[in-house]
C-alpha cells in the first residue's frame, strides 16, 4: 500500500516561500500523475496542482498559477511544490496523491497522510 508523506509546512509571512516535498514508499511516483491539494480550515480539499508522469507536464489551479511550481525528482522518488509569492489565503494542510490522470480535482488513488500545515501570516 502506498503511503505519501509530505513535509516542508511552516510559518511564513505574506509573499515569502515554502517548498514542499512529496515522498513515498510503496509505489514509484514516476508511474503515476500525482497531484497536490489543500485544505483550508471549513472548507473542503481542493486541488490545486498536479504533473503528468509521462512528460512531467504542470497543471495549476488559476489561484496559483504563476506563484506554484510543480516538479518531480525521479531518482529521489520525490514531488516537490515550490511556492512563492505566497498569500493568507494560501494557509491551509497541504497533501499530495497519486492520482487517476493529471487533472486537478480527479480523485486521489490512495490513503491520505497526514499532510504539511501552511501558514501564512504576519
Known amino acids: 500500500q502506498a503511503q505519501f508523506v509530505e513535509s516542508g509546512g511552516g510559518l511564513v509571512q505574506p509573499g515569502g516561500s515554502l517548498r514542499l516535498s512529496c515522498a513515498a514508499s510503496?509505489?514509484?511516483?514516476?508511474?503515476?500523475?500525482i497531484g497536490w491539494f489543500r485544505q483550508a480550515p471549513g472548507k473542503e480539499r481542493e486541488g490545486v496542482s498536479c504533473i503528468a508522469n509521462s512528460d512531467s507536464t504542470a497543471y495549476y489551479v488559476d489561484s496559483v498559477k504563476g506563484r506554484f511550481t510543480v516538479s518531480r525528482v525521479n531518482a529521489k522518488n520525490t514531488i516537490y511544490l515550490q511556492m512563492n509569492s505566497l498569500k493568507p489565503e494560501d494557509t491551509a494542510v497541504y497533501y499530495c496523491?497519486?492520482?487517476?490522470?493529471?487533472?486537478?480535482?480527479?480523485?486521489?488513488?490512495?490513503?491520505w497522510g497526514q499532510g504539511t500545515q501552511v501558514t501564512v501570516s504576519s
Open positions: 496523491n497519486a492520482i487517476v490522470t493529471s487533472r486537478i480535482g480527479v480523485p486521489a488513488l490512495s490513503y
Open positions: 510503496g509505489v514509484t511516483l514516476e508511474h503515476y500523475a
